[in-house]
């Protein structure tokens, strides 16, 4: 923070703690002039607070403050606030694109006549570099030695180019690979629930908020801290100074009663809270968790929760601070004062969690009985589609004649695996996983894993062979404690190395399969599954042969790895044959409550936080040993680079921007069903050699085997505009039965990768248009899939409606977001991919305006429909005429030179 407002309201006051004085700005004296603020939900009243610290009279207002204020009243509002977070975290798939823009950014204010010292952060940045491990080895005690060497290997490039950045760039820090996962590392060690900074010789204390480059930012919110996922453009404007524009959210109140019952977990608990609130329909909501089950229910836990509101589709998922979280502080090796300055503070504001606390006033309020919450998976395709462990086998048998394809004649077939001793059928485990901040930044699910895995180590049991196990952990504090509970031994046993710090699998980072397993899989049509301890389970995600994925507790993946399929009822068949020859079941080697918190309490200490992040920041050799170029305020771009080019962002940029204008006779690139993710839109997992980015890679002398990961390729705009919508398993409805990024160039009718066939547009002077279904771009807060959408050439998307983040890309993009009118879609419309469409009323842009379609179909018929702009703010119609967020910006650091 450098700067605060000017306070018109009189509302600052000062607070001692250990003899250190700290200014705020006080809610309850706001109160006074703005109307009781008293029920508010703390979630807004962290809104409330920034708007008062940074009320300047213009960029944000006193209005501004009552709007905030006056939403008590209704429990919702129409209104919108600016909002600048304290910090920003990123991790490297999000994050290097995010410094090459930066970098850009600095050669483009030079272009402009300005200086590029304009261009750094001005609020605190972490980028944890977490998203590039892979399980290349598994099963073996050196799997995590030899994966970081590999990491390395594929990835020093781009390292060194982080390395340079924070050289370069003021206010930045790197967490450096195999530290841990960042959200754990910011669980763990970066957020502080109370931030402070010093302002013009005095200091300040105020809410740690955050936003953050990847969707699942929100798992801070389970120890009391407001952030959430954005794109890496709007990630990039607030590192910048803008401050971002919200309407002031409806708050959904989720009452917790009750305790979990004997052999239910977090992982259950989230599953079904992801359920409910997905029926529920809370996207673009905040959620904000309340009851007398937060009375004990761990930061841990609410942790997990938190983590999964994109699954939920909340903006967030709020905990407010309380007792527990400030143990937690402390078990975490916060600074005592800092946790003294956390309760003090927010006890002042009125927003800390106690018996006397009010309860808030809720947009509307869901309860929930934890009582209830039974063992369970989510699969095969998303987080929300739970399934009781107990009905998990035959559900699996109706999506596998169903959803998954599958003729009944052939489920029961198995056909041999070349080189082995043993087949392979419809539904057998493959993969299975203890992955993802969600699960192991919690210590319970781990050690009941760990515990799992002792009982069956000392039965005899091993996983099948045809179970890719693996073990990566959110940070190197769990390896510390399963070490002390004598845990890791038992995993190792059961092919649960560690394989990295890092996502992994979680993200598609599983890694190959044998070859013959893939063989066996592709050349039957044999539908593989995977058990991963992750978050999200979209098709196509976790690997290219696996088409069903269950999200299960830790526990429950060592179970399935001993199982080896999803065919048999894991609650009442053996898992496998003890060493005399006896039926081993679930409940012979399920742990009891009272087991897991022992171990939990005697093995996680302190110490161990302090010691490990007391060297975050340093890295391993390899990371020491990186070549860096310093003292170089621009990048040196190599033209010979396959990970790190100079995007054409602002290429031929003026100093005013143009007018808008009409979209006419533009053709359509894909036609889309409901829920395409960004996964489908821009894959981060591995690049076919026949794609058009696997084309490119090898025409660049790059080898197959090195091709790395579309992620890992985000600094490059020429590879990723070649995997925009090129995900194996989207499918083109302009193409019936075709599978994968392709489409068909009109009028002659030719088709081609998606790619192509827009460079053919383009050459064309054609303008692109996509359209989707419900909740387009829902998933991962994906920056490439908006900036590879605009690289194509389209200029529009018309959808029945958008999740949150990525249509807030869109308009960063300069990427016009449509929507259909309540009851018309794609298919009453009957649209093939024929058309011509025009949309026009786009020279004058308002917020939430209308806008006309018109359909010229192929036999000259014409239809009009009236679409909803959702360019939301007049930021967003700012961001827009300028052709998108960064063009606005450095253009505005110009004027500001």
């Given at each position: 923070m450098k700067s605060v407002g000017q306070d018109k309201l009189g509302v600052g006051r000062t607070l001692d703690v250990d003899g250190k004085t700290y200014r705020y700005f006080s809610l309850p004296e706001a109160g006074r002039s703005l109307g009781d603020v008293s029920r508010l939900p703390v979630s807004l009243k962290v809104l409330l607070e920034n708007v008062l610290r940074f009320e300047d009279g213009?960029?944000?207002?006193?209005?501004?403050?009552?709007?905030?204020?006056?939403?008590?009243?209704?429990?919702?509002?129409?209104?919108?606030?600016?909002?600048?977070?304290?910090?920003?975290?990123?991790?490297?798939?999000t994050g290097v694109p995010a410094v090459v823009d930066l970098a850009a950014m600095r050669d483009g204010i030079v272009s402009l006549g300005g200086d590029v010292e304009k261009v750094n952060p001005l609020v605190p940045v972490d980028l944890v570099i977490d998203h590039s491990v892979m399980v290349d080895v598994f099963?073996?005690?050196?799997?995590?030695?030899?994966?970081?060497?590999?990491?390395?290997?594929?990835?020093?490039?781009?390292?060194?180019?982080?390395?340079?950045?924070?050289?370069?760039?003021?206010?930045?820090?790197?967490?450096?690979?195999?530290?841990?996962?960042?959200?754990?590392?910011?669980?763990?060690?970066?957020?502080?629930?109370?931030?402070?900074?010093?302002?013009?010789?005095?200091?300040?204390?105020?809410?740690?908020?955050?936003?953050?480059?990847?969707?699942?930012?929100?798992?801070?919110?389970?120890?009391?801290?407001?952030?959430?996922g954005v794109g890496g453009i709007e990630a990039e404007a607030a590192m910048l100074g803008q401050p971002i524009a919200m309407l002031i959210p409806d708050v959904i109140g989720v009452r917790l009663d009750g305790r979990l019952p004997e052999g239910a977990t977090a992982t259950d608990l989230v599953l079904t809270i992801t359920q409910m609130l997905r029926k529920e329909g809370v996207v673009g909501k905040f959620v904000e968790f309340f009851g007398p089950a937060l009375d004990h229910l761990p930061v841990a836990d609410r942790a997990t929760i938190a983590n999964m509101a994109p699954e939920y589709g909340a903006t967030c998922g709020f905990f407010p601070v309380d007792a527990l979280t400030l143990d937690y502080l402390r078990q975490t090796g916060r600074d005592e004062h800092r946790v003294k300055l956390t309760e003090a503070y927010l006890k002042a504001q009125g927003m800390f969690r106690e018996e006397s606390s009010p309860e808030p006033v809720f947009t509307k309020?869901?309860?929930?009985?934890?009582?209830?919450?039974?063992?369970?998976?989510?699969?095969?395709?998303?987080?929300?589609?739970?399934?009781?462990?107990?009905?998990?086998?035959?559900?699996?048998?109706?999506e596998l004649t169903g959803s998954l394809g599958v003729k009944p004649e052939v489920v029961e077939q198995r056909f041999p695996v070349a080189g082995t001793d043993y087949d392979l059928g419809q539904g057998d485990v493959v993969i299975a996983a203890i992955t993802s901040c969600t699960n192991t930044s919690n210590p319970a699910v781990l050690v009941a894993a760990g515990l799992v895995a002792r009982k069956a180590h000392a039965l005899g049991l091993k996983p099948k062979p045809w179970v890719k196990t693996s073990l990566a952990p959110g940070s190197q504090?769990?390896?510390?404690?399963?070490?002390?509970?004598?845990?890791?031994?038992?995993?190792?046993?059961?092919?649960?190395?560690?394989?990295?710090?890092?996502?992994?699998?979680?993200?598609?980072?599983?890694?190959?399969?044998?070859?013959?397993?893939?063989?066996?899989?592709e050349n039957n049509g044999l539908v593989a599954t995977s058990v991963l301890s992750g978050n999200r389970n979209f098709e196509g995600r976790i690997s290219p042969n696996v088409r069903a994925n269950y999200l299960a507790s830790p526990p429950l993946v060592v179970a399935y790895a001993l199982l080896g399929t999803m065919r048999k009822d894991i609650t009442t068949e053996a898992i496998g044959t003890s060493k005399d020859g006896q039926p081993v079941y679930l409940r012979d080697i399920w742990p009891t409550a009272k087991e897991v918190a022992e171990l939990v309490a005697s093995s996680v200490t302190r110490a161990d936080f302090v010691e490990?992040?007391?060297?975050?920041?340093?890295?391993t050799h390899q990371w020491q040993a990186l070549d860096v170029a310093s003292d170089a305020r621009r990048f040196a771009w190599s033209a010979g680079s396959t990970y790190?080019?100079?995007?054409?962002?602002?290429?031929?940029?003026?100093?005013?921007?143009?007018?808008?204008?009409?979209i006419v006779n533009a053709r359509i690139l894909a036609l889309l069903a409901d829920n395409v993710t960004t996964d489908h839109i821009s894959p981060a997992g591995s690049i076919k050699p026949s794609s058009p980015a696997g084309r490119f890679l090898s025409e660049h002398q790059v080898a197959v085997a090195d091709y790395n990961s579309y992620g890992s390729r985000r600094g490059n705009d020429r590879v990723m505009v070649r995997g925009t919508f090129a995900n194996i398993r989207i499918r083109n409805e302009m193409l019936p039965g075709i599978e994968g990024g392709m489409s068909k160039h009109l009028p002659d009718g030719e088709v081609g990768a998606i790619y192509d066939v827009a460079e053919r547009y383009k050459a064309e002077g054609v303008p692109l248009i996509v359209i989707g279904g419900k909740e387009y771009g829902m998933g991962s807060s994906r920056d490439w899939a908006a900036k590879g959408t605009k690289l194509l050439g389209i200029k529009a998307v018309i959808a029945e409606s958008f999740e949150r983040i990525h249509r807030s890309n869109l308009v960063g993009m300069g990427v016009l977001p449509l929507v259909f009118p309540e009851g018309v879609n794609r298919k009453t419309l009957k649209l093939d991919g024929t058309e011509t469409l025009s949309i026009t009323g786009l020279t004058e842009i308002t917020p939430r305006m209308n806008a006309t379609l018109t359909i010229t179909r192929a036999d000259g018929s014409t239809e009009d429909v009236t679409l909803l702009c959702r360019i939301d703010t007049l930021d967003e119609v700012n961001y827009y005429r300028h052709g998108g967020i960064l063009p606005y910006v450095l253009r505005g650091m110009t004027e500001a030179a």
């Open positions: 213009a960029s944000y207002t006193t209005e501004d403050a009552q709007s905030v204020a006056d939403w008590v009243k209704a429990g919702t509002s129409t209104k919108e606030v600016p909002f600048k977070p304290a910090r920003i975290l990123m991790q490297d798939f099963g073996s005690k050196d799997a995590l030695e030899r994966n970081v060497e590999i990491e390395f290997e594929r990835n020093g490039e781009r390292y060194a180019f982080l390395r340079w950045g924070q050289e370069a760039f003021e206010n930045f820090r790197v967490v450096p690979p195999g530290a841990g996962i960042c959200h754990q590392v910011n669980l763990e060690y970066l957020a502080q629930a109370v931030w402070t900074a010093r302002v013009g010789g005095q200091d300040y204390a105020y809410p740690d908020t955050l936003f953050g480059t990847d969707s699942h930012t929100t798992m801070v919110n389970g120890m009391g801290v407001l952030g959430w309020v869901l309860t929930l009985d934890l009582a209830t919450i039974v063992p369970s998976l989510a699969g095969p395709k998303r987080p929300q589609d739970r399934v009781d462990l107990t009905k998990a086998a035959p559900a699996f048998e109706t504090v769990v390896t510390d404690y399963l070490d002390k509970a004598g845990l890791s031994k038992d995993l190792d046993a059961l092919g649960f190395e560690t394989v990295g710090y890092g996502c992994t699998t979680c993200i598609g980072n599983s890694g190959p399969l044998a070859q013959p397993i893939v063989d066996a899989i490990r992040y007391g060297h975050v920041t340093e890295g790190i080019q100079q995007p054409p962002y602002f290429e031929g940029l003026t100093k005013e921007p143009g007018r808008t204008s009409d």
